[in-house]
């Protein structure tokens, strides 16, 4: 990434360790950051901390040496990251990082916000399974027409549970769900092994076969060309009828064509908090479908969330500016 300030960092709302600072001997490092609160923090010497969202701005961003960045919102406003003259690091602030690689022009290095998400999307994802299993959202219709009617429900104790997707927030959620005791929770990834906690973790190829006895499916996989659409008609008549479909991993993973047919006639149930087209357009027959719990998009967006993410993002850009190794390096 060529050579960066040479200094060594103070402390930084007490997130960075070091107490001396060098002279300065190179350019200031400019970065755009989508948030105020990130641009005060980064009001250091040899950091040149610009506002600029990649959703709200009007403008393309100003020349940069470093992008800090949600994943964008509408889909048509990812190339904004290929036109930043000289742009040499991006950092995103998300697990995810799928949506930027065919926008990011060679040379330039990609960080995520890895161990900042994790345990927010994997909270989220056990309200969506317990909220549909305990018909919370039919219970809060009974409660606005002051209905006293006791239902009947099921739940995770008791229930056979396939979980795709082994990685951070998989492995967050299947933490999660044990203590619920379930009859069975099996795992499923790209790669077939044994996790080091001891237990299995069986090839995606392997799935079909689990499909009939489950009664809970949780999708917590990324988005690539072996997961696009791994949730089709195929797939979701093998499931059993009253199952449940939960999907906390990205919207393309599921076909939305094949799943409104199974959730109009009841057969099945899901609670989705990505969708397939995203944002969800206010006429689409998945808002009405019966037996579907739709959040926005929304698993990681807590309070804690965005106080880990912001200090991760602090202090990767003070690790640039020392010429320092990054965490969470997808590109290098």
């Given at each position: 990434m060529?050579q960066?300030?040479?200094?060594?960092?103070?402390?930084?709302?007490?997130?960075?360790?070091?107490?001396?600072?060098?002279?300065?001997?190179?350019?200031?490092?400019?970065?755009?950051?989508?948030?105020?609160?990130?641009?005060?923090?980064?009001?250091?010497?040899?950091?040149?901390?610009?506002?600029?969202?990649?959703?709200?701005?009007?403008?393309?961003?100003?020349?940069?040496?470093?992008?800090?960045?949600?994943?964008?919102?509408n889909?048509?406003?990812?190339?904004?990251?290929?036109?930043?003259?000289?742009?040499?690091?991006?950092?995103?602030?998300?697990?995810?990082?799928?949506?930027?690689?065919?926008?990011?022009?060679?040379?330039?290095?990609?960080?995520?916000?890895?161990?900042?998400?994790?345990?927010?999307?994997?909270?989220?994802?056990?309200?969506?399974?317990?909220?549909?299993?305990?018909?919370?959202?039919?219970?809060?219709?009974?409660?606005?027409?002051?209905?006293?009617?006791?239902?009947?429900?099921?739940?995770?104790h008791?229930?056979?549970?396939?979980?795709?997707?082994?990685?951070g927030?998989?492995?967050?959620?299947?933490?999660?769900?044990l203590?619920?005791?379930?009859?069975?929770?099996?795992?499923?990834?790209?790669?077939?092994?044994?996790?080091?906690?001891?237990?299995?973790?069986?090839?995606?190829?392997?799935?079909?076969?689990?499909?009939?006895?489950?009664?809970?499916?949780?999708?917590?996989?990324?988005h690539?060309?072996?997961t696009?659409?791994?949730?089709?008609?195929?797939?979701?008549s093998?499931?059993?009828?009253?199952?449940?479909?939960?999907?906390?991993?990205?919207?393309?993973?599921?076909d939305?064509?094949?799943?409104?047919?199974?959730?109009?006639?009841?057969?099945?149930?899901?609670?989705?908090?990505?969708?397939?087209?995203?944002?969800?357009?206010?006429?689409?027959?998945?808002?009405?479908?019966p037996?579907?719990?739709?959040?926005?998009?929304?698993?990681?967006?807590?309070?804690?969330?965005?106080?880990?993410?912001?200090e991760?993002?602090?202090?990767q850009?003070?690790?640039?500016a020392?010429?320092e190794?990054?965490?969470?390096q997808?590109?290098?």
């Amino acid at each position: 990434m060529g050579q960066s300030p040479d200094f060594s960092s103070l402390p930084v709302n007490g997130h960075n360790s070091h107490s001396t600072r060098k002279d300065i001997r190179f350019m200031a490092l400019r970065v755009l950051l989508p948030w105020q609160d990130l641009v005060d923090q980064l009001q250091l010497p040899g950091i040149e901390p610009i506002l600029w969202h990649i959703d709200n701005d009007t403008q393309d961003a100003p020349d940069a040496d470093v992008l800090v960045t949600e994943r964008p919102s509408n889909p048509q406003l990812r190339s904004r990251v290929s036109r930043i003259k000289g742009l040499k690091h991006v950092h995103l602030l998300s697990i995810g990082y799928e949506w930027v690689l065919e926008h990011l022009p060679e040379q330039v290095s990609l960080t995520n916000s890895k161990g900042a998400v994790e345990d927010a999307t994997a909270e989220h994802c056990l309200a969506l399974v317990l909220a549909s299993l305990r018909q919370l959202p039919q219970v809060g219709r009974q409660q606005r027409e002051r209905q006293w009617t006791r239902t009947w429900t099921s739940s995770l104790h008791g229930s056979k549970v396939l979980l795709l997707g082994a990685g951070g927030v998989g492995s967050e959620i299947r933490s999660r769900l044990l203590p619920f005791k379930p009859a069975e929770l099996s795992s499923f990834a790209r790669t077939e092994r044994v996790h080091e906690q001891g237990y299995p973790i069986y090839s995606l190829e392997r799935l079909r076969a689990f499909l009939p006895t489950a009664d809970v499916v949780i999708v917590a996989l990324p988005h690539t060309r072996e997961t696009e659409q791994l949730i089709d008609a195929e797939f979701l008549s093998a499931m059993k009828d009253g199952a449940l479909l939960v999907n906390v991993g990205r919207g393309p993973i599921v076909d939305t064509e094949a799943l409104l047919p199974e959730l109009q006639s009841g057969r099945l149930h899901a609670a989705l908090d990505v969708t397939d087209p995203e944002p969800l357009p206010a006429d689409h027959a998945l808002w009405s479908a019966p037996n579907c719990i739709i959040t926005p998009h929304m698993a990681g967006d807590t309070g804690q969330f965005i106080s880990l993410v912001s200090e991760l993002a602090v202090n990767q850009v003070i690790a640039l500016a020392h010429g320092e190794e990054l965490d969470n390096q997808i590109i290098n």
